[in-house]
């Protein structure tokens, strides 16, 4: 006998037709899912586009000390202003837990 085919008894072939069937049916399946996401999401995105730029807010006007700022702590402080101290916080609470 060969051992490839299925067989249910001895001299008998299985008839594999309504599994390929479903096999096939299922991949038919999720490749539509997959069409249909394609197809859709170009015009999701547009119509979210179209909503955001109907409820868009008004840019806030840059601050052109932005600009030279290089690094985290390269900000310049405010005109006119000088650098406050500032209390360390775990230390305040460090003495508040002291009798």
Do not use: W
């Amino acid at each position: 006998m060969n051992d490839i085919a299925l067989l249910a008894e001895d001299g008998d072939m299985v008839n594999i037709t309504p599994t390929l069937l479903r096999f096939g049916l299922k991949f038919l399946l999720i490749f539509a899912v997959v069409a249909v996401v394609a197809v859709l999401t170009p015009r999701m995105a547009r119509a979210i586009d179209s909503l955001r730029a109907k409820h868009e807010k008004p840019a806030a006007p840059e601050d052109p000390r932005c600009k030279a700022v290089r690094g985290p702590y390269d900000m310049p402080e405010p005109s006119g202003r000088e650098p406050e101290e500032k209390p360390c916080v775990r230390a305040e609470a460090d003495r508040a837990d002291q009798p």
